[in-house]
């Protein structure tokens, strides 16, 4: 059961482009949506992350836009270079110790 | 700074081996946790721990025994390797206070043949 839906499994951006990744969760209960950026041969490393009570959050060129109604979030890189070429996680949570899940990934490339 | 370190970063087995792959955190994090990462299903939560003596199951733990007997180890056990355990392992620590910034290792590729 995936309750964490991303898309699209693989994007392809002109460098200087905006990049976008959605995703969509069915548990109305999770409460902290964030992103993890990974690079080959790395672990994930948290990139960004929202909370349901603001509708965008901006971090130099990243941006989270959540729309709690529609239950989906995504992020927007802007400007996108190619050291932004990563595998990009969504992922949601909730409960005590706030246990992950996570979405399929994205593989973002950026050309030149 | 060391942060999560995972040994071996990479392994083969045959099936029914046993093994277990290392984790251990110096940042004194109370959470560690283990997921695996497979293509197109992102990754998955095995088991994890909030402290000493203290562990549960994540998601997708069948096959795999934890224990936590420090702050800073948190070795994962294959009892009996199945070549659907085939994957890439990582490791995550973080505090209990904001333990949704994951701090991840940089992971162990197992393949099980």
């Known amino acids: 059961q995936q309750q964490v839906k991303q898309s699209p499994q693989s994007l392809i951006v002109q460098k200087g482009g905006i990049s976008i990744i959605n995703c969509a969760y069915e548990?109305?209960?999770?409460?902290?949506f964030p992103w993890y950026q990974q690079f080959p041969g790395k672990g994930p490393a948290l990139l960004i992350a929202?909370?349901?009570?603001?509708s965008e959050k901006k971090e130099g060129r990243f941006t989270i836009s959540f729309n709690k109604s529609a239950k989906q979030f995504s992020l927007h890189i802007m400007d996108s270079q190619p050291g932004d070429s990563a595998t990009y996680f969504c992922a949601a949570s909730l409960g005590q110790y706030r246990k992950l899940t996570f979405g399929t990934g994205t593989r973002l490339t950026i050309i030149p | 700074n060391a942060g999560v370190t995972q040994t071996p970063k990479f392994q083969v087995l045959k099936t029914g081996q046993s093994m277990t792959l290392q984790c251990a955190q110096d940042?004194?994090?109370?959470?560690m946790s283990w997921y695996r990462q497979d293509p197109g299903m992102g990754l998955r939560l095995i088991h994890y721990s909030v402290g000493a003596g203290i562990t549960d199951q994540g998601e997708v733990p069948n096959g795999y025994n934890v224990s936590r007997s420090t702050t800073e180890d948190f070795p994962l056990r294959l009892l009996s390797a199945a070549p659907s355990q085939t994957s890439v392992y990582f490791c995550?620590?973080?505090?209990?206070?904001?333990?949704?910034?994951?701090?991840f290792g940089s992971g162990t590729q197992l393949s099980v043949l």
């Open positions: 548990n109305t209960a999770f409460d902290y």
């Open positions: 995550a620590s973080s505090t209990l206070a904001t333990n949704e910034k994951l701090f």
């Open positions: 929202i909370r349901p009570d603001v």
């Open positions: 940042m004194n994090h109370e959470y």
